[in-house]
């Protein structure tokens, strides 16, 4: 059997950091905070707000829940946006995506502070990531990975890496992350001929193809550590991209859920108050 890469130690690791920063943070009079905002009332979206709400509360740092309907229209919610983005005391901003079909999602990324954009949807800050500017803060879920594997000692450099996503939330943002650890990346994807044969001579892999159990122990072999970051739901239950029946080929393996996903945020509260830090220090 594989191991099993947990993501509570490593989300575990991060909040003591957190901590420490917000000790700091209100040295010099900064008290950190966060605001969430939600347009509708998706289920994935109230779960997520839910879960962010828990941590912030575990760790003390404060936040605002801004909720909009969603039949909010461009300009109204361009308002209340704006309104947000001003306000000097929010030094992060979440804002959950998709939005609605109504709202011009490509615009409204441009909108946000790139200051206070703790998940890299502003482009300034999505090409910073790219060219490798330390003050744009990468993608949550793409920042998790990388903290999973080097909290697991898993060797980067020269490491031949397999990326099963090309979103820009995920798939690229990890392949430019990875690079700068010197490790050799190959981005895949749902049509990606001979899929298993790629991901059986990689050392690591991550997914994130967003089918449930679509990938089983004949794409893997010995030599794969693999983390998946799919979220998928079979009758109510959570499930990743990985069969579970990998974990009798491969290396080692994330679980879903318990792995990833507790990483994810508490990278997004890292990056809140690590504004609020840079703040402080002007």
Same mark, same amino acid.
């Given at each position: 059997?594989? $191991?099993?890469? !947990?993501g509570?130690?490593?989300?575990?690791k991060? *909040?003591? &950091?957190i901590?420490?920063?917000?000790? $700091?943070?209100?040295?010099? &009079?900064v008290e950190p @905070?966060?605001?969430?905002?939600r +347009? %509708?009332? *998706?289920?994935?979206?109230?779960?997520?707000?839910?879960? +962010?709400?828990?941590?912030?509360?575990k760790v003390g740092?404060a936040?605002?829940?801004?909720?909009?309907p969603?039949?909010?229209t461009?300009?109204?919610?361009?308002?209340?946006f704006?309104? #947000?983005?001003?306000d000097p005391d929010?030094? %992060? #901003?979440?804002?959950?995506r998709?939005?609605p079909?109504?709202l011009?999602?490509?615009f #409204?990324?441009s @909108?946000i502070?790139? =200051?206070k954009d703790?998940?890299c949807?502003?482009?300034?800050?999505l090409?910073?990531?790219?060219?490798?500017?330390e003050?744009?803060?990468?993608?949550?879920?793409?920042e998790?990975v $990388?903290?999973m594997?080097k909290?697991?000692?898993?060797?980067?450099?020269?490491?031949?890496?397999v990326?099963v996503? *090309?979103?820009?939330? @995920? %798939?690229?943002?990890?392949?430019?992350?990875?690079?700068?650890e010197?490790?050799?990346?190959?981005v895949?994807h749902s !049509?990606t001929?001979?899929l298993p044969? #790629?991901?059986?001579?990689a050392?690591?892999?991550?997914?994130?193809i967003g089918?449930?159990?679509?990938l089983?122990?004949?794409?893997f072999?010995k030599?794969?550590? +693999?983390?998946?970051? %799919?979220?998928?739901?079979i009758?109510?239950?959570m499930?990743?991209?990985?069969?579970?029946?990998?974990? =009798?080929?491969a290396?080692?393996?994330?679980p879903?859920? &318990?792995g +990833?996903g507790?990483?994810?945020?508490m990278i997004?509260? !890292?990056?809140a108050?690590?504004?609020?830090? !840079?703040?402080?220090?002007?």
């Open positions: 059997m594989s $191991m099993e890469l !947990r509570t130690p490593v989300a575990e991060i *909040r003591a &950091g901590a420490e920063k917000m000790a $700091m943070c209100r040295m010099k &009079g @905070l966060m605001a969430i905002v +347009v %509708g009332d *998706r289920s994935d979206d109230v779960a997520y707000e839910i879960q +962010v709400r828990h941590r912030c509360e740092l936040y605002k829940v801004y909720a909009f969603a039949d909010i461009q300009a109204r919610f361009e308002v209340e704006s309104i #947000i983005n001003a929010i030094h %992060g #901003i979440l804002l959950f998709p939005l079909p109504s011009d999602e490509d #409204i990324s @909108l502070d790139p =200051e703790i998940d949807m502003n482009p300034k800050n090409s910073g990531m790219f060219l490798g500017r003050d744009a803060f990468p993608p949550c879920t793409s998790a $990388m903290e594997l909290y697991y000692e898993v060797p980067l450099e020269g490491a031949n890496a990326v996503n *090309r979103s820009m939330v @995920l %798939g690229k943002p990890l392949a430019m992350l990875l690079l700068q010197n490790a050799t990346v190959t895949c !049509r001929k001979n044969s #790629i991901l059986k001579n050392d690591i892999v991550v997914s994130g089918k449930a159990r679509y089983d122990k004949t794409c072999s030599k794969n550590t +693999v983390i998946d970051v %799919g979220i998928n739901f009758d109510g239950r499930t990743g991209d990985v069969d579970p029946n990998a974990a =009798e080929v290396a080692a393996v994330s879903v859920p &318990g +990833v507790s990483v994810t945020t997004l509260l !890292r990056h108050v690590d504004a609020a830090w !840079r703040k402080a220090n002007g």
